[in-house]
């Protein structure tokens, strides 16, 4: 039975929210097991942030397409798949759920709920780094739903899992992460003056994928 779009969208802001307290929460325990290391800490935060998005798109993927990711969703909107009200609910919906999930992470290390981050994030290679992240995301999941579908959950998990180590901004790739991380002035922090710059590369590269998509899998 389809899904109704109450479900759908609380399937996105339940999903995106448990997202960002894996993302935010295990750099927060990165930066406290890590001792400094720059290095282990960065793998520490990786592995739980591919783990969880293979767990959420197996879990909440039948329900609502499990996009937790703006970009995601205009893609999907852009090919069709979507009717421009469901895209700016789920687009909502993913804003409020990473907001409410770094909050959640905020609360279980017992750090101030609201804070700014100041770790600076900006610059060409970041941004071509931002853009190259999301065109290979958006990327991974066209191809896989064109002609395996089922292997979706486990290619975002791994893609995302690699890029955090391949892309020099660690690979957000995903516009309502980067809302929710400039809340956050802890490890995975982005400074409230880089979003903008980060969103629009991540949309440069969402449009990219879709187009060539488009020409790689017709049907």
């Given at each position: 039975?389809?899904?109704?779009?109450?479900?759908?969208?609380?399937?996105?802001?339940?999903?995106?929210?448990?997202?960002?307290?894996?993302?935010?929460?295990?750099?927060?325990m990165?930066?406290?097991?890590?001792?400094?290391?720059?290095?282990?800490?960065?793998?520490?935060?990786?592995?739980?942030?591919g783990a969880?998005?293979?767990?959420?798109?197996?879990?909440?993927?039948?329900?609502?397409?499990?996009?937790?990711?703006?970009?995601?969703?205009?893609?999907?909107?852009?090919r069709?798949?979507?009717?421009?009200?469901?895209t700016?609910?789920?687009?909502?919906?993913?804003?409020?759920?990473?907001?409410?999930?770094?909050?959640?992470?905020?609360?279980?290390?017992?750090?101030?709920l609201?804070?700014?981050?100041?770790?600076?994030?900006t610059g060409?290679?970041?941004?071509?780094?931002?853009?190259?992240?999301?065109?290979g995301?958006?990327?991974?999941?066209?191809?896989?739903?064109?002609?395996?579908?089922?292997?979706?959950?486990?290619?975002?998990?791994?893609?995302?899992?690699s890029?955090?180590?391949?892309?020099a901004?660690?690979?957000?790739?995903?516009?309502?992460?980067?809302?929710?991380?400039?809340?956050?002035?802890?490890?995975?922090?982005?400074?409230?003056?880089?979003?903008?710059?980060?969103?629009?590369?991540?949309?440069?590269?969402?449009?990219?994928?879709?187009?060539?998509?488009?020409?790689?899998?017709?049907d």
């Amino acid at each position: 039975m389809k899904s109704s779009l109450a479900q759908r969208t609380a399937a996105e802001c339940l999903g995106t929210a448990f997202l960002l307290a894996a993302v935010v929460g295990s750099g927060i325990m990165a930066a406290k097991l890590a001792g400094g290391n720059g290095a282990l800490a960065l793998l520490c935060n990786t592995l739980p942030t591919g783990a969880i998005l293979t767990v959420l798109i197996l879990t909440l993927g039948p329900i609502s397409g499990a996009h937790f990711n703006p970009a995601v969703s205009l893609a999907a909107a852009l090919r069709g798949e979507m009717t421009a009200n469901s895209t700016v609910i789920y687009i909502g919906a993913q804003l409020i759920g990473g907001i409410l999930g770094v909050w959640a992470a905020h609360l279980m290390f017992e750090l101030p709920l609201w804070q700014i981050s100041v770790t600076t994030r900006t610059g060409p290679g970041q941004w071509l780094a931002e853009a190259i992240a999301t065109f290979g995301l958006l990327l991974a999941i066209l191809g896989c739903s064109a002609r395996s579908p089922t292997a979706v959950p486990y290619a975002v998990g791994l893609y995302i899992t690699s890029a955090y180590w391949f892309t020099a901004s660690t690979s957000f790739a995903n516009p309502a992460v980067t809302v929710a991380r400039a809340l956050s002035d802890t490890f995975t922090g982005i400074a409230p003056a880089g979003v903008v710059a980060f969103v629009a590369a991540q949309l440069v590269g969402m449009l990219g994928a879709v187009a060539l998509g488009r020409w790689f899998w017709r049907d």
